[in-house]
């Protein structure tokens, strides 16, 4: 990316929480944010893919791509500095980067590229090995103190992810690949630690302070309820040894529609409560 290009998109980036348009708005973006070798910063943005820790969390993969000769700046910044800040448009987090060993990045990599063929095409038009990197967030927090602004932030990034899920489920082959089954594995995670937050932290302070909104609160909860077995229900179509694409975009598209309702009645009814429960 030029240097224009890149002060347009991070523009843009942080004025639309993390949504970006054209093609730039199909793919998964970060605002990645190094410290040179004399101790300026740079902000670049960076694809990243969706992977899961040894340990079963989530993770984020940043596949490092320059041109014919040379890695990008920002992974040459990562030889003196490895410490990282990282804007996803809902939050903003300070990480350590790492890159993976030849192994663990080979397998990866090609788990990229069997999902996206570009990946390859990249490699090859490439003389140097492209290192995969991946960040191990070390704290940070939401870019927002207005927590009805934060919730919509939050569902717009939802919106964008099941739209992404969907167009690649929709162009993916007869089968479903092993990344495009970590995407939709890590929907479902984000989505149901989401509403379980919501269940567990944010509707008992709205219960105390607005009592009036107890049925409000009542079918909210009763559509995670719904909404968890929609979950459970892709995860399982998902994880199949012979997962068949109809079947699963089948099961999104019914994910979509439900939750697609349940954000718009959420953010109608506690958007401005929260909102105001922030100035207290």
């Known amino acids: 990316m030029s240097n224009d290009f890149d002060h347009q998109t991070i523009d843009e980036f942080r004025a639309n929480h993390g949504r970006l348009s054209g093609l730039l708005g199909e793919r998964r973006i970060i605002l990645l944010t190094t410290t040179t070798a004399t101790g300026a910063t740079r902000t670049t943005p960076v694809e990243f893919l969706h992977d899961e820790r040894p340990d079963g969390g989530p993770r984020m993969l940043l596949i490092a791509v320059g041109d014919a000769d040379d890695h990008p700046a920002w992974y040459h910044d990562l030889e003196t500095h490895s410490q990282v800040t990282a804007e996803t448009g809902v939050f903003t987090l300070e990480a350590e980067a790492e890159s993976l060993p030849d192994d663990e990045r080979d397998k990866l990599f090609a788990r990229a590229a069997e999902a996206d063929p570009t990946w390859a095409d990249r490699q090859a038009a490439s003389k140097l090995k492209i290192p995969v990197v991946t960040l191990h967030p070390v704290g940070g927090g939401p870019n927002t103190d207005r927590e009805g602004d934060f919730l919509l932030q939050i569902h717009d990034a939802f ?13 993916s082959g007869p089968g479903l690949g092993a990344q495009l089954r970590i995407n939709c594995l890590s929907l479902c995670q984000g989505l149901q630690h989401h509403h379980n937050s919501e269940d567990d932290q944010m509707y008992p302070v709205v219960d105390e302070k607005h009592p009036e909104l107890a049925p409000t609160l009542t079918r909210l909860r009763q559509e995670h309820q719904q ?10 179509a998902v994880s199949a040894t012979d997962a068949d694409r109809s079947t699963v975009i089948a099961e999104v598209e019914r994910l979509t529609i439900e939750l697609e309702a349940h954000l718009d009645y959420e953010e109608q009814e506690l958007i401005p409560v929260l909102n105001r429960m922030s100035l207290t």
Request: aromatic letters at 0%; proline letters at 0%; hydrophobic letters at 50%.
């Open 159 to 171: 919106r964008h992810e099941l739209a992404l899920i969907h167009k690649e489920v929709a162009t």
């Open 227 to 236: 909404i968890a077995v929609l979950l459970e229900q892709l995860q399982e």
